[in-house]
């Protein structure tokens, strides 16, 4: 079973706190959720693997350490999963980005794929797939499905806000993945959102609605 770990950093805690404000305009949601995926990215990224290069300093000559294994993706699930891809970039500037383009169907809340366009190497990189926002579990479920299908073999899935419900979906159906959440909320709601949750995070982030 894959493993999920709830971030507990203050400032997580603390910027989740002002995203879900239903008083958070877009500019400011916007820019929370890009500090979010930073401090998030931080953790996501902490088992990467090492490797000692010679370089020479100002003073003298040493032995330091570089980021070394697989090569880095990031794969935003779209819309919402935009919104954490530049503070994503700015940790791992040499990272590729694929795009896969899902919404939920509004009557049956079931994930339809629009849109996919991955690194030539996928089955070669470490993937990230992001998006703000664990609810049901389909969108994420289906994501990782599509990553799988062509070729992708090791994935990590780093989520904002998930429900209970969604951490379960996921971990059922992908056992090998380990999923990353600034917090765990209470339940769904009717409608499938996250309560309290933060609402519709891609219309928050655009201003759509
Ligand atoms: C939101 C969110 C996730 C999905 C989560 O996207 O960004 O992708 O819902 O819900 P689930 O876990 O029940 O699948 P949405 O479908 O609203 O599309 P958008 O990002 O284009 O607004
Ligand atoms: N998608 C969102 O954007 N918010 C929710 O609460 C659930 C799904």
Do not use: W
């Amino acid at each position: 079973m894959g493993k999920v770990f709830v971030m507990d950093h203050p400032l997580i805690k603390h910027k989740i706190t002002f995203m879900r404000d239903k008083n958070t305009g877009s500019k400011e949601f916007r820019e929370l959720v890009k500090e979010l995926s930073m401090l998030m990215g931080y953790e996501v990224t902490r088992n990467l693997p090492l490797e000692d290069i010679e370089i020479e300093t100002p003073v003298s000559k040493t032995t330091s350490q570089v980021i070394a294994g697989k090569k880095l993706g990031i794969v935003p699930i779209l819309r919402a999963g935009l919104g954490m891809v530049e503070g994503m970039l700015s940790l791992l500037p040499a990272a590729k980005v694929g795009h896969v383009g899902l919404y939920r169907d509004p009557e049956t809340l079931e994930p339809v794929e629009y849109y996919c366009k991955l690194p030539s190497d996928v089955e070669e990189r470490e993937l990230i797939v992001v998006d703000p926002m664990l609810a049901t579990g389909g969108s994420a479920k289906a994501a990782i499905k599509f990553l799988r299908d062509r070729g992708a073999t090791s994935i990590k899935l780093m989520c904002i806000i998930a429900a209970p419900e969604g951490v379960k979906v996921v971990q059922e159906a992908h056992p090998d993945v380990d999923i990353y959440v600034g917090g765990i909320d209470e339940k769904l709601n009717d409608h499938a959102y996250i309560v309290p949750g933060l609402g519709d995070a891609g219309d928050r982030l655009f201003g759509t609605k």
